[in-house]
Structure formats: C-alpha cells, structure tokens
C-alpha cells in the first residue's frame, strides 16, 4: 500500500510551463512501482498522459511527446511530470498512479491497471 499526493498545479498561460509532483509514502517499495500520470476534465474519462517504469523506461501519449517529461526520484520518494509549451487542451485536473503489477506499453495507457491514486492537482492553460 503506497499513498500518493500531487502539488504543483495552477494557472498558466499558453505556452508556459508547470512542474507536477507526487509524493510517495512508501521508501522502501517506492523503486517497484510503476508509475502513471493521467488527467481528467470535467465530463470525460480520465485520460493517459505518461508512465514510466524503475530502469527507468517512459511511455507517453501522442498529444504530449516533445513538451512534457516524466522523472522519477527515488531516493525523495517523488515521481514529476514536467510540462512545457501548455495549450488550452491541457486544462484538467491531474492524478498519478502506482501498481507493482508488470505493465506492457498497452497496458501503462489504462487506468484499470494502477492500484493507488493521489487526490489530484488542477492545471489551467486558458
């Protein structure tokens, strides 16, 4: 069991940038989990954004490759997501997942498969 809280979230003009973090409880287990950012708006499914994996491997959706990054920091506990070149598009609300389960490519881009979830943190581009 690991729980997660996001920080970092706000409001920002088109083409600036934001870094989103979630904090992890569990040191000791935190480098075997793999780790999910998803986002959300209002009256839609909550959406893929990237994941990435303990060696570390990252996947990332087509409509963010070349403007946001996801890291990961073990020894703090801490997976990021940074986002540059923000667009109106990117306006939700933000959650991270963990699962230990092994996950394919496929299988990173489905909420269905992440065990925990923070409570979110809402990014706004108008």
């Known amino acids: 069991q690991v729980q997660l809280v996001e920080s970092g979230g706000g409001l920002v003009q088109a083409g600036g940038s934001l870094r989103l973090s979630c904090a992890a409880s569990?040191?000791?287990?935190?480098?075997?989990?793999?780790m999910g950012w998803f986002r959300q708006a209002p009256g839609k499914e909550r959406d893929f954004v990237a994941a990435?994996?303990?060696?570390?491997?990252?996947h990332y959706a087509d409509s963010v490759k070349g403007r946001f990054t996801i890291s990961r920091d073990n020894a703090k506990n801490t997976v990021y997501l940074q986002m540059n070149s923000l667009k109106p598009e990117d306006t939700a609300t933000y959650y991270c997942?963990?699962?230990?389960?092994?996950?394919?490519?496929?299988?990173?881009?489905?909420?269905?498969?992440?065990?925990?979830w923070g409570q979110g943190t809402q990014v706004t581009t108008p």
């Open positions: 997942g963990a699962t230990l389960k092994s996950l394919t490519y496929t299988r990173t881009r489905d909420v269905s498969w992440y065990d925990n």
């Open positions: 569990s040191g000791r287990t935190f480098n075997s989990y793999t």
């Open positions: 990435i994996w303990l060696t570390p491997i990252t």
